[in-house]
């Protein structure tokens, strides 16, 4: 099995959250300011160049205003999609 971060479940997932950010008219900086993560680490993840760790994942989705029952939703979606 390919690694996560190779597999397009997860490319589908990084998208919808790109996505989120664009429709909530929010910049990766913006973004990354409230993370306290440089911007280079979310352009990363956004790229699927690095994985979020799930921790990271559930404070970018809390960022996107999403809560955690829609995040995992959201990944489940992708998952079975």
Avoid: F
């Amino acid at each position: 099995m390919a690694k996560t971060i190779h597999r397009p479940e997860y490319r589908r997932l990084l998208d919808a959250l790109r996505q989120r950010r664009v429709d909530l008219g929010l910049s990766q900086v913006a973004v990354a300011r409230e993370l306290g993560w440089p911007q280079q680490k979310l352009s990363s993840a956004e790229a699927c160049a690095r994985r979020l760790d799930v921790l990271e994942y559930l404070e970018l989705s809390r960022v996107l205003q999403l809560s955690p029952n829609r995040a995992i939703a959201l990944a489940m979606r992708e998952l079975s999609s």
